[in-house]
């Protein structure tokens, strides 16, 4: 089964600094992956996909992510982190193992940024 | 507002009641799907719609839910009986035709049952 990891509940960062936010999956074929970010009660916003091609993706608000497949990850990254970006962010695989391509989704990481 | 819109935002129950709620796709997108998101949790997926035909349903879907989409458009998600294990955060999500186009979610209903 297709499967969605982010091993960190949490992440502080001190605004300015850099920021990781960690993903590992578990697929049977080429993976589709998202990350997207949820603010206090509302949807999810799209930030970024790999599907196929650079390793490096990058996407919305100076958001990018690296996808590594010998390490099965896909960390969200940005260089310089703001107090805005604090939110809370998931990951997200395609499931295309006998269904419609339904997103399955990590737990959720809560992003703060310390000013 | 061309994204996809939700209504009501939010829903306050009596457990017991039979509640519904609409979603309002991108225009262009044939594929809809609902999630849905407890507290702590990332979306679960409930249920896909492709145009009007409703193609895949989650274990999580019990009988007492019945999603539609008429003619393909909006859809619409029905709880009949509620229960507080029901009060969540219902997510409608579309996207279009190709594998790797991503989905865009609406600002969801959160549901409440008391």
């Known amino acids: 089964a297709q499967s969605v990891a982010q091993p960190e509940d949490q992440v502080n960062v001190a605004e300015g600094n850099p920021l990781t936010v960690k993903c590992t999956y578990s697929?049977?074929?080429?993976?589709?992956l998202f990350w997207y970010v949820q603010y206090p009660n509302r949807g999810l916003q799209f930030l970024l996909k790999?599907?196929?091609?650079?390793?490096l993706v990058k996407g919305s608000y100076g958001f990018e992510a690296e996808f590594n497949k010998s390490q099965t990850s896909f960390h969200l990254k940005k260089p310089s982190a703001l107090v805005s970006d604090s939110a809370l962010y998931f990951c997200?695989?395609?499931?295309?193992?006998?269904?419609?391509?339904?997103?399955?989704f990590g737990k959720g990481t809560k992003l703060s940024v310390k000013p | 507002d061309t994204g996809v819109s939700q209504d009501p935002r939010h829903k306050i129950t009596k457990r017991g009641q039979n509640v519904t709620f609409r979603c309002d796709p991108i225009?262009?997108?044939?594929?809809l799907y609902w999630y849905r998101q407890t507290l702590g949790q990332g979306p679960e997926f409930l249920t896909y719609?492709?145009?009007?035909?409703?193609?895949?349903k989650s274990r999580l879907l019990s009988d007492r839910f019945s999603a539609e989409r008429p003619k393909g458009s909006f859809s619409t998600l029905e709880i009949q009986r509620t229960e507080q294990g029901d009060s969540a955060m219902y997510l409608c999500?579309?996207?279009?035709?190709?594998?790797?186009?991503?989905?865009?979610f609406g600002q969801g209903t959160r549901l409440t049952v008391v």
């Open positions: 999500a579309s996207r279009g035709e190709q594998g790797g186009n991503e989905a865009f």
């Open positions: 697929v049977s074929g080429n993976p589709y």
């Open positions: 790999y599907i196929t091609g650079d390793n």
């Open positions: 997200a695989v395609r499931d295309y193992g006998g269904s419609q391509g339904n997103l399955i």
């Open positions: 225009s262009e997108h044939n594929r």
């Open positions: 719609f492709q145009n009007e035909a409703q193609l895949e």
